[in-house]
């Protein structure tokens, strides 16, 4: 039986995740989560997403997006499919990168919002890869608290300011 087609909420913002396949990563060298966030940018700005928040972590991704149009499934596939392809080049492998379908869950209270910006923000502190939020550079939160991670790794998604302390 084929999928039911994904609901589109007019300027929806969605908890977007993808998790890799159970024995490989996301990400293994610096290089991967740059190309991911060039792709994330570009497939964004096709996509016309308003980026909220996004957190990169080593065997998954986290993306805060609103949809003001119904492109959150061509948009995810301009996003995946070439960072599968180029992933797989760069590291000499074949086969699925990703562990099914990418999960969306419909952002609709405030409280909810907040919650998923806190998470993010503390993802990589909690996962033990780094000591406090603003240190991980793969995410949205340390390239708001610390121009520097900007500045070394590469313009990220245009982001909305959201306070996360806490």
Known sequence: MPRQPRVHVPNGIWHVTQRATDAEVFFRVPADYRAFLQLFERAAGWARWIVHDYCLMTNHVHLLIQTPLPTLPAGMQRLLGPYVEEF???????????????????????????????????????????????????????????????????????????????
């Open 88 to 166: 797989n080049e760069r590291h000499g492998r074949r086969g699925a990168l990703v562990q099914g379908r990418y999960k969306a869950r419909l952002v609709e209270t405030e409280e909810h919002y907040l919650e998923c910006l806190r998470y993010f923000a503390h993802n990589p502190v909690a996962a033990g890869l780094c000591d406090a939020p603003e240190e991980w550079p793969w995410c949205a939160h340390a390239q708001r608290e610390n121009t520097s991670a900007a500045d070394v790794w590469g313009p990220g998604p245009d982001m909305a300011g959201a306070d996360v302390a806490g």
